[in-house]
């Protein structure tokens, strides 16, 4: 990418990957005003990441990263386009990926996102939608916005968002719904929110750790279609390439498998070491709320689980 190249005529950024198979992963910045190199082509995977700088407070920018050197690992070609708020949200695109914000932020997405409406036709025309966090709850139909205002979501995920009663913090791990072909997810969490999925929605997964949809029936996360929600920052994407596969996989179709031994070596790590430390934590939290007097102050709703429940394995 070059940054002296001249703005897209959307006003979009858009960062064009060759489709050597051998390219390695980029770090370079792809969210600069004013960048741009021509499209690859209209073969290419187009990827679109929505207003970054109001929706991306942990991480999230990683999960374009992601899954553009997963399809570029598999030899295809990938346009990433960044659009900022006040751009236009082209309806072309193949995979749209929403992060987390604060409450004010996400309120503005979404007023924009729905004025805007190319995601909307985007999605009608079977795009992948994955959202995270804020960017899960404006796909929905309602979640609370500014100073707790029911706020309209934009009706693509059948999910109304409430409050929890104390804000989830911690490390979070979901076993995947039976027969989606996930592995377990694994990430961490960081809203107020409690969602609770309508008919015409199926969770990702039940959580082990964490708290994730808070519904009171532990569940984490969303699907309907081909639009997905989760409570799962981390970069998301990058703990869980079986989920990064599945979003190519609504794009591309059957995809080669890759050498993933890097990553199964950091779940190996998270799931040995890091969870079973949340899950001892949680352990005590819960022993600490059994005292008299006993609940106050003790800080999150994170961890549910006992040590047992967490797996040794990358799964
Ligand atoms: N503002 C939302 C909440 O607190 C989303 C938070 C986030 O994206 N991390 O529930």
């Given at each position: 990418m070059s940054p002296d190249a001249p703005s897209s005529p959307s006003g979009a950024l858009r960062e064009d990957v060759s489709d050597d198979a051998s390219v390695s992963l980029s770090t370079a910045p792809f969210d600069r005003p004013g960048a741009e190199q021509p499209p690859t082509g209209k073969d290419a995977l187009r990827i679109v990441h929505v207003y970054p700088h109001l929706l991306g407070t942990y991480g999230d920018a990683g999960n374009a990263i992601v899954l553009r050197y997963r399809a570029q690992a598999r030899g295809i070609?990938?346009?990433?386009?960044?659009?900022?708020?006040?751009e236009p949200v082209p309806s072309q695109g193949d995979i749209y990926l929403l992060g987390g914000g604060e409450d004010a932020k996400q309120t503005a997405a979404a007023h924009e996102l729905r004025g805007d409406g190319g995601i909307l036709t985007a999605a009608g025309r079977g795009a992948a939608l994955f959202g995270i966090c804020a960017g899960y709850q404006l796909l929905g139909e309602t979640f609370l916005g500014v100073g707790g205002a029911v706020t309209a979501g934009l009706g693509l995920l059948d999910v109304r968002t409430d409050r929890l009663e104390s804000r989830a913090v911690g490390n979070m791990l979901a076993r995947p719904v039976a027969g989606s072909g996930l592995s377990d997810l694994i990430g961490f969490e960081n809203h107020g929110g409690a969602t609770v999925l309508g008919p015409?929605?199926?969770?990702l997964g039940h959580v082990a750790i964490g708290v994730g949809n808070g519904d009171g029936r532990g569940t984490e996360g969303a699907?309907?279609?081909?639009?997905?929600?989760?409570?799962?920052h981390g970069p998301a994407l990058a703990l869980n390439p079986a989920l990064a596969d599945r979003l190519l996989a609504s794009a591309v179709g059957e995809l080669a498998p890759l050498d993933d031994a890097l990553c199964d070596a950091l779940r190996r790590h998270r799931l040995q070491e890091v969870l079973p430390a949340t899950a001892r934590v949680g352990r005590l939290q819960r022993l600490r709320r059994r005292l008299p007097g006993g609940g106050?102050?003790?800080?999150?709703?994170?961890?549910?689980?006992?040590?047992?429940?967490?797996?040794?394995s990358a799964g």
């Open positions: 070609a990938v346009e990433l386009v960044v659009v900022q708020p006040g015409d929605a199926r969770p699907v309907q279609g081909n639009v997905y929600g989760t409570y799962f106050r102050g003790t800080g999150t709703s994170g961890a549910t689980a006992t040590l047992s429940e967490v797996p040794t």
